[in-house]
């Protein structure tokens, strides 16, 4: 069965720090992968997704992940943080149906 | 436009009563998807429909069961509940079903309490 992995529980950042949250898969075939974030009090909202193609994808908000097929990583990086970043990121992975990883906390601080 | 939605926001329930989730897709979408946060977890896969057809799911005992209407709303039951199944439960719809690369959009969920 796929999982996903997500290294950090809780990350905390000052503003303007560079960020990169790590996400592995385990599943063999061809997979659609997805970061989403919670902010606080708000529901989970897609920041990006890989499919297929340029494995650089960018997201909203200045995110952008990297799919390295040998490594089966997804990882969600940010150059520059700010405080509203402040949030629960969690990465995806779906092969038929979606399964999400425990999530990274992000906490900015001002 | 109207995202998902889902009804009630809250709900207190005890041990051994059962419970009706209800979930409304974005117009349009055929697909939904329920899953199950717990506090401190990402959401774990409970079943996805397709066109009223169970289309997935994931390793939940048979105390839950969901369906989906003609208009692509849907319900999740839960039977016999137990204190852990104290949690958010979350509806998500999408355009498509099965592996798709569709992504899924969220509703704020329904945080189900169980004394």
């Known amino acids: 069965a796929q999982s996903v992995s997500q290294h950090n529980h809780h990350v905390i950042l000052s503003e303007a720090a560079s960020l990169e949250l790590g996400c592995n898969y385990s599943?063999?075939?061809?997979?659609?992968l997805f970061w989403y974030v919670q902010y606080p009090g708000q529901h989970l909202q897609l920041l990006l997704k890989?499919?297929?193609?340029?494995?650089l994808v960018k997201g909203i908000k200045g995110f952008e992940a990297e799919f390295i097929k040998s490594k089966f990583s997804f990882n969600l990086r940010k150059p520059s943080v700010q405080w509203s970043d402040t949030a629960e990121y969690f990465c995806?992975?779906?092969?038929?149906?979606?399964?999400f990883g425990a999530g990274t906390r992000l906490t900015v601080k001002p | 436009d109207a995202g998902v939605t889902q009804s009630p926001t809250h709900l207190i329930k005890t041990r051994g009563q059962q419970v009706t989730l209800r979930c409304s897709p974005i117009?349009?979408?055929?697909?939904v998807s329920w899953y199950q946060q717990v506090l401190g977890q990402g959401p774990q896969f409970i079943f996805q429909?397709?066109?009223?057809?169970?289309?997935g799911r994931g390793n939940f005992p048979d105390r839950f069961s969901a369906r989906q209407f003609p208009n692509y709303s849907s319900e999740l039951n839960v039977n016999a509940l137990l204190l852990g199944d104290s949690a958010l439960y979350l509806c998500?719809?999408?355009?498509?079903?099965?592996?798709?690369?569709?992504?899924?959009?969220f509703g704020d969920g329904t945080r189900l309490s169980i004394l």
């Open positions: 998500a719809s999408s355009l498509l079903g099965g592996h798709s690369n569709q992504p899924q959009h």
């Open positions: 599943y063999g075939g061809t997979v659609n």
């Open positions: 890989y499919f297929s193609g340029d494995p």
């Open positions: 995806a992975v779906n092969a038929g149906d979606m399964r």
């Open positions: 117009s349009g979408h055929k697909s």
């Open positions: 429909y397709y066109e009223k057809e169970e289309r």
